[in-house]
């Protein structure tokens, strides 16, 4: 039982009112492995009846609490089991059915995306896994709420490089084939290290192989609330400022928390874990990077941006498992370009680079996160910003990905607007020096030491 007094109640209907504090998912996890079959259709057939019968009260769920709690819960979404694990003898055109069924089931639902059209890939290929990546192209631009990712590497298995510049060939066919919205359908595909089995965040979600039948995964937002919480510190040191992020996390999460146990309670399905990311969006206030520099920078991008941005994911982490007793999925600081607004201005300004984006990866929660890049970037260097990112999760023992957003039409300095959550971003620089020789060697990357732990 959470007992809260009149003073926490008013704390927290001022975060909702001035500061963006919401719910920003309720993801419900579907396992999909008792749906196989060798006929495609039957296996389309019971795909969509097991997703709308577990899901059909998740968008009543969401309103219900919304009304009861006033807490804003910004979407509501399904993950799946990675569908290459499920897909049998299917051809990539089989696939792009399951894909079809997919977005007809969230659309019956009404939900804002549905995650897990994909394959698990760090130490090689089955032939299943090869079709469905090959049919990513076609699956997400015909289709509206499908979202994609591939797990490329492990600290365990080492980097497989023929899937990155399999995925490399996959963003720029994507982009090509989105070309008239501005290449989006590659906001819809992420290449993963280290994917976790539990992420409710779009678009790397999915039901990971571990997971039960179902369950519910809460994810949390709030950087507008912690930039105040930063702001209203004043001029305190480090470690007093530390202990102040964490106690806002705290406050945050335990909010997840209680719309994750209520959601579990009403639609009878298991509670799985919260995540307590600080998920930005392109609203005023709502961002990571100005948190930033409430902590003292100029401008995100500076110097000592790094170093903020580690202590403001550690303060985070450490604030929000005291919180919960079940914290998963990727839980800390996000930075995608597009979705923060100050992260937009600091790209726009030319402070904040994307070599230097790629540095605050490694004490980040995520990795390069809806980087707008000019169609024009060749195959190979986009293969080569896939393989940097995913060596800082491997060596690192982290999860990093990467959201390449290559816009047909588009050059340095321009500017694409998405829309919604997904935000606008300018036209980032990108050093087009070529690996196509280190890319083209394929075959896999070794492990490092420290993942021989048996």
Same mark, same amino acid.
Request: proline residues 2%.
């Given at each position: 039982?959470?007992?809260?007094?009149?003073? #926490?109640?008013?704390?927290?209907?001022?975060?909702?009112?001035?500061?963006?504090?919401?719910?920003?998912?309720?993801?419900?996890?579907?396992?999909?492995? #008792?749906?196989?079959?060798?006929?495609?259709?039957?296996?389309?057939?019971?795909?969509?009846?097991?997703?709308?019968?577990?899901?059909?009260?998740?968008?009543?769920?969401?309103?219900?609490?919304?009304?009861?709690?006033?807490?804003?819960?910004?979407?509501?979404?399904? *993950?799946?089991?990675?569908?290459?694990?499920?897909?049998?003898?299917?051809?990539?055109?089989?696939?792009?059915?399951?894909?079809?069924?997919?977005?007809?089931?969230?659309?019956?639902?009404?939900?804002?995306?549905?995650?897990?059209?994909?394959?698990?890939?760090?130490?090689?290929?089955?032939?299943?896994?090869?079709?469905?990546?090959?049919?990513?192209?076609?699956?997400? *631009?015909?289709?509206?709420?499908v979202c994609?990712?591939?797990?490329?590497?492990?600290?365990?298995?080492?980097?497989?490089?023929?899937?990155?510049?399999?995925?490399?060939?996959?963003?720029?066919?994507?982009?090509?084939?989105?070309?008239?919205?501005? *290449?989006?359908?590659?906001?819809?595909?992420?290449?993963?290290?280290?994917?976790?089995?539990?992420n409710p965040f779009m678009a790397g979600a999915f039901h990971g192989i571990g997971e039960g039948d179902c369950c519910i995964n809460v994810g949390v937002s709030g950087p507008g609330v912690v930039a105040a919480a930063v702001k209203n510190a004043g001029d305190c040191d480090l470690s007093e400022l530390a202990d102040i992020i964490k106690r806002t996390a705290f406050k945050i999460t335990r909010m997840g928390q209680l719309v994750a146990h209520e959601a579990s309670r009403l639609m009878n399905i298991p509670f799985g874990i919260v995540d307590l990311s600080l998920a930005p969006t392109p609203a005023v206030g709502d961002s990571v990077a100005l948190i930033l520099e409430e902590m003292g920078l100029e401008k995100c991008g500076a110097h000592g941006t790094t170093a903020c941005l580690a202590m403001l994911n550690d303060a985070v982490k450490k604030g929000g498992v005291m919180a919960s007793s079940h914290v998963g999925g990727l839980s800390g600081a996000f930075i995608p370009v597009s979705e923060d607004a100050g992260m937009i201005d600091a790209v726009s300004c030319g402070v904040l680079t994307l070599e230097k984006l790629e540095a605050m990866t490694a004490v980040c929660s995520v990795g390069l996160d809806m980087i707008v890049i000019s169609y024009d970037t060749p195959e190979d260097v986009i293969c080569g910003i896939i393989a940097d990112e995913i060596s800082i999760g491997v060596v690192n023992t982290k999860t990093t990905a990467v959201r390449l957003i290559p816009a047909f039409g588009k050059k340095v300095g321009d500017r694409v607007c998405f829309g919604g959550l997904l935000g606008e971003a300018p036209v980032i620089a990108v050093n087009t020096s070529s690996p196509s020789k280190f890319i083209s060697r394929g075959g896999r990357i070794p492990a490092p030491i420290h993942s021989l732990k048996n």
């Open positions: 039982m959470i007992n809260f007094n009149t003073e #926490d109640i008013l704390e927290t209907i001022n975060m909702i009112r001035e500061e963006n504090l919401d719910i920003r998912t309720i993801t419900v996890g579907i396992s999909l492995f #008792d749906c196989v079959s060798d006929d495609a259709d039957i296996l389309c057939s019971r795909i969509y009846d097991k997703i709308n019968r577990t899901a059909e009260n998740l968008i009543k769920t969401g309103e219900d609490i919304e009304k009861q709690y006033g807490i804003p819960i910004i979407n509501k979404r399904v *993950s799946v089991t990675p569908i290459s694990l499920i897909g049998g003898r299917l051809t990539s055109d089989g696939y792009i059915k399951v894909a079809k069924t997919l977005d007809r089931a969230a659309k019956s639902l009404g939900i804002n995306f549905i995650g897990g059209y994909g394959a698990l890939v760090q130490k090689g290929y089955t032939t299943q896994a090869r079709a469905l990546i090959d049919s990513i192209p076609q699956a997400l *631009s015909e289709t509206d709420f994609s990712s591939v797990n490329v590497a492990s600290t365990k298995a080492g980097i497989n490089m023929d899937a990155i510049r399999h995925c490399g060939k996959t963003v720029k066919e994507l982009a090509y084939l989105t070309k008239e919205k501005d *290449s989006i359908g590659c906001a819809k595909f992420v290449v993963f290290a280290n994917v976790p089995d539990d």
